[in-house]
């Protein structure tokens, strides 16, 4: 219990103290990792055990959201492998000249030592690029699943090393693994009548770890790739959704061991380990150009390279397994897990910095570089058309949603949406909504949008960072109204401080819908019923004013 009461105050402690110096939690928890390997803590099986259980959990909830046809588009594979490449012949010859210029670590190396290293370092953290998506809200937008798939790419390469070097081929049983798709049929119906609350986490829990986890290391598989193949069979769910928004927290606070783990998983560094980590981030800037290059081959917008580059210039976790493969079969040292470990933690920390720049970094990066005719982009890329619209509402959940339907079936405006889900978009076209896909945290994207004229009103509906969109439309020139629904009182302020003329906390906005229908019937009129399931009137009431309305 002593050991446990310590392993969290330190996390804790450093944790938060990198949230008052405006950096990422997981800095804090980086840093705790090497503190209580310098306490003493370096065999404390229960962290490496929660740590596997959160990477589990984290690629379970990757394949409930992921889109198989994404791996298959060229942007992704194409993407993965070319950079690969060059990643593993740059970081061997970066090697092979610190060797040559007499760092006393590298010199009298071998070339397999410089090539084990250099693959090692070629892959991206798929714990932090999907934290990084999952803060940002994007998930599910054109960056955010080219990122996601090059991942899980790279996963599948990892599987493919990890059972070469183990000279075990898997067992003849996993070709029984077919069977899982008439299984996860009966997984399904079962789903369907858990219910909501703990019933929902626990079976996502028990799908990840049993049919996903257990059954793949049973026939001599990666059991983290179980877990992303049931999360992949299980995501056409109609609860998929719900699923994966329950176990979210309980994956964050998981992955805090991942975070220490890294920290503790060799010994502490001498002066010229940490000197070699240092130097070895000089390949990030490497990997992030290679990126953009070879995306923008494929005619992917220079913002969206940008954007893709930066959620991935990072090293992985999986370079501690190949060091760690190596060490075992004797072709590098043990010392190597040391500098692996130390390079891998100072990566995650100049990517969080990176990242915490943000929009304004990639921006600045994006129109320095040569102009690109809108028309020969990549479809996802390109400008949207709302000609006609005299609204707009920018992301289309379930509030969204309604404010759509209640602008077109009571106020009878002609209304756009803006979302940056292709799945989403795909869906509500369906349905008969006119919307676009764009990234609205875009700069340009107001004013890349065709037939925008006409529009006087914006709703910002996103899960997220609608100040900053507020602050973007009225930097592009606009003008007219501009609502928020923000989730918390926060946002509230922050909106109104960007610009927005009436910002509302969107459960308290539930509340005064639930207000108004109980005044209806009082008086006897007719309780309108949920927003968008009501006919429209012969006449349409006068427009409402917008208040500032702050909760």
């Known amino acids: 219990m002593e050991v446990a009461a310590t392993i969290l105050s330190v996390t804790f402690v450093l944790g938060f103290l990198a949230s008052l110096l405006r950096l990422p939690p997981l800095v804090g928890f980086l840093a705790a990792g090497f503190v209580l390997n310098g306490l003493g803590h370096i065999q404390v099986p229960q962290v490496h055990v929660i740590a596997d259980l959160g990477v589990t959990l984290l690629l379970f909830a990757i394949g409930l959201k992921l889109d198989v046809r994404t791996l298959l588009a060229k942007e992704v594979w194409l993407t993965t492998i070319s950079t690969l490449v060059v990643n593993v012949v740059v970081a061997f010859g970066f090697l092979s000249v610190l060797a040559l210029a007499g760092m006393s670590l590298l010199v009298g190396e071998g070339a397999a030592v410089f090539a084990i290293?250099?693959?090692?370092?070629?892959?991206?953290?798929?714990?932090?690029?999907?934290?990084?998506?999952?803060?940002?809200?994007?998930?599910?937008?054109?960056?955010?699943?080219?990122?996601?798939?090059?991942?899980?790419?790279?996963?599948?390469?990892?599987?493919?090393?990890?059972?070469?070097?183990?000279?075990?081929?898997?067992?003849?049983?996993?070709?029984?693994?077919?069977?899982?798709?008439?299984l996860v049929k009966g997984f399904r119906a079962v789903w369907g009548r858990v219910g909501h609350g703990e019933m929902q986490s626990l079976f996502g829990i028990l799908m990840a770890l049993v049919p996903g986890y257990m059954l793949f290391e049973l026939v001599g598989l990666k059991g983290d790739l179980g877990a992303l193949v049931i999360g992949i069979m299980l995501a056409s769910h109609p609860s998929a959704v719900e699923l994966s928004r329950a176990l979210f927290h309980v994956k964050e606070l998981l992955l805090v061991g991942f975070f220490l783990s890294i920290g503790m998983f060799g010994g502490l560094p001498t002066?010229?380990?940490?000197?070699?980590?240092?130097?070895?981030?000089?390949?990030?800037?490497?990997?992030?150009?290679?990126?953009?290059?070879?995306?923008?081959?494929?005619?992917?917008?220079?913002?969206?390279?940008?954007?893709?580059?930066?959620?991935?210039?990072?090293?992985?976790?999986?370079?501690?397994?190949?060091?760690?493969?190596?060490?075992?079969?004797?072709?590098?040292?043990?010392?190597?897990?040391?500098?692996?470990?130390?390079?891998?933690?100072?990566?995650?920390?100049?990517?969080?910095?990176?990242?915490?720049?943000?929009?304004?970094?990639?921006?600045?990066?994006?129109?320095?570089?040569?102009?690109?005719?809108?028309?020969?982009?990549?479809?996802?890329?390109?400008?949207?058309?709302?000609?006609?619209?005299?609204?707009?509402?920018?992301?289309?959940?379930?509030?969204?949603?309604?404010?759509?339907?209640?602008?077109?079936?009571?106020?009878?405006l002609d209304v756009a949406g803006i979302e940056s889900d292709?799945?989403?978009?795909?869906?509500?076209?369906?349905?008969?909504?006119?919307?676009?896909?764009?990234?609205?945290?875009?700069?340009?994207?107001?004013?890349?949008?065709?037939?925008?004229?006409?529009?006087?009103?914006?709703?910002?509906?996103?899960?997220?960072?609608?100040?900053?969109?507020?602050?973007?439309?009225?930097?592009?020139?606009?003008?007219?109204?501009?609502?928020?629904?923000?989730?918390?009182?926060?946002?509230?302020?922050?909106?109104?401080?960007?610009?927005?003329?009436?910002?509302?906390?969107?459960?308290?906005?539930?509340?005064?819908?639930?207000?108004?229908?109980?005044?209806?019937?009082?008086?006897?009129?007719?309780?309108?019923?949920?927003?968008?399931?009501?006919?429209?009137?012969?006449?349409?009431p006068p427009r409402p004013q917008h208040p500032q309305v702050g909760g």
């Open 271 to 412: 002066p010229s380990q940490v000197w070699l980590a240092v130097l070895l981030l000089l390949l990030l800037p490497v990997q992030a150009l290679g990126y953009v290059s070879v995306l923008r081959t494929m005619r992917v917008r220079h913002r969206t390279g940008w954007l893709v580059a930066a959620a991935l210039m990072q090293f992985s976790e999986f370079g501690l397994i190949v060091v760690a493969v190596g060490a075992d079969e004797g072709l590098l040292s043990r010392d190597w897990l040391v500098i692996m470990s130390l390079t891998l933690s100072l990566a995650f920390v100049v990517s969080s910095l990176v990242n915490g720049r943000g929009q304004p970094l990639v921006e600045r990066l994006a129109s320095r570089m040569p102009a690109q005719d809108p028309d020969r982009l990549h479809p996802e890329d390109r400008p949207g058309d709302i000609r006609g619209a005299e609204a707009l509402v920018v992301g289309l959940g379930r509030v969204g949603r309604s404010a759509y339907t209640q602008l077109v079936q009571t106020y009878r």
């Open 422 to 540: 292709e799945t989403r978009v795909r869906k509500l076209h369906t349905q008969g909504f006119k919307v676009v896909e764009s990234d609205a945290s875009d700069e340009e994207f107001f004013t890349r949008l065709r037939g925008r004229e006409n529009v006087r009103m914006v709703v910002l509906a996103l899960p997220a960072h609608n100040a900053e969109v507020v602050a973007i439309l009225r930097a592009s020139g606009f003008e007219g109204i501009v609502a928020t629904a923000a989730r918390y009182e926060e946002g509230v302020a922050r909106s109104l401080a960007a610009g927005a003329d009436a910002a509302f906390n969107a459960a308290a906005g539930a509340g005064l819908e639930l207000a108004d229908q109980v005044a209806r019937l009082d008086v006897g009129a007719p309780a309108t019923g949920p927003v968008g399931t009501a006919h429209p009137p012969e006449t349409p």
């Open 117 to 182: 290293i250099g693959f090692g370092l070629s892959f991206s953290s798929t714990v932090f690029v999907v934290k990084l998506l999952e803060e940002r809200g994007d998930g599910h937008a054109f960056y955010g699943r080219i990122a996601v798939g090059v991942l899980v790419v790279q996963d599948i390469l990892a599987v493919v090393f990890l059972t070469a070097t183990s000279g075990h081929l898997p067992s003849p049983w996993a070709f029984g693994l077919v069977l899982l798709w008439p």
